[in-house]
């Protein structure tokens, strides 16, 4: 499974983008889909993760009720709307895909990355 994300950019603090993370070379629904970020010296840490089906998603407490991941299988494209951005926000941005049914927080559960997408917030 190859990943590609992309919707990356530079966006004032209060402002929205959207991620997006196109898969091809399998069913991305076969796949529990995660997003981590990794800033400037710093370790790579989970934002969000997303069952299979859709059915169940989990955040890191940083995004609660500002992001929101999903999924079109249809599409095996994962999604990750980031609303009312902060400038600690600003990180590289990675998709992970996971053969578990539900994904983990952990990076070393997932089995495919995609190349990132740079995130950047100002103040």
């Known amino acids: 499974v190859q990943l590609q994300a992309s919707g990356g950019g530079l966006v004032q603090a209060g402002g929205s983008l959207r991620l997006s993370c196109a898969a091809s070379?399998?069913?991305?629904?076969?796949?529990?889909m995660g997003w981590f970020r990794q800033a400037p010296g710093k370790e790579r840490e989970f934002v969000a993760r997303i069952s299979w089906s859709g059915g169940s998603a989990r955040y890191v407490d940083s995004v609660k009720g500002r992001f929101a991941i999903s999924r079109d299988n249809a599409k095996n494209t994962v999604y990750l709307q980031m609303n009312s951005l902060k400038p600690e926000d600003t990180a590289v941005y990675y998709c992970?895909?996971?053969?578990?049914?539900?994904?983990?927080?952990?990076?070393?559960?997932?089995?495919?990355w995609g190349q990132g997408t740079q995130v950047t917030v100002s103040s």
């Open positions: 070379g399998g069913a991305s629904s076969n796949y529990a």
């Open positions: 992970a895909a996971s053969r578990g049914f539900s994904g983990t927080p952990y990076p070393r559960d997932y089995d495919y």
